[in-house]
């Protein structure tokens, strides 16, 4: 199983960035999707997390701002990430779990690579 983040760059404050996660090597409907990230000296934390459109949890940190989202015919989620603050950089990682409050525990069982975003001000 691979999950393959991808989207990041440098992006003025204010302005937006889409990050995608495409995973393969199994097929993941019915699991629960999400983002976390790690700014530099800081411990990963949860960001959002999706399993159908009406089951959502943001951080309180980017609620309005952050919008998650998932294609099951891509086996994708995506993060639409608006108005975006320097506080907001970091490593964004996917991650994918059956289980949703394990995955907003950071114990997600599947995990992909790092997306570097970063906010300049």
């Known amino acids: 199983v691979q999950l393959q983040a991808s989207g990041g760059g440098l992006v003025q404050a204010g302005g937006s960035l889409r990050l995608s996660c495409a995973a393969s090597?199994?097929?993941?409907?019915?699991?629960?999707m999400g983002w976390f990230r790690q700014a530099p000296g800081k411990e990963r934390e949860f960001v959002a997390s999706i399993r159908s459109a009406a089951s959502t949890f943001y951080a309180d940190s980017v609620k309005g701002r952050f919008t998650i989202s998932r294609d099951n015919a891509k086996n994708t989620v995506y993060l639409q990430m608006n108005s975006l603050k320097p506080e907001d950089t970091a490593v964004y990682y996917c991650a994918v779990d059956w289980l949703g409050d394990k995955l907003r525990r950071g114990d997600a069982g599947y995990w992909g690579q790092g997306t570097l975003v970063t906010v300049s001000s």
């Open positions: 090597g199994r097929t993941f409907t019915s699991y629960a």
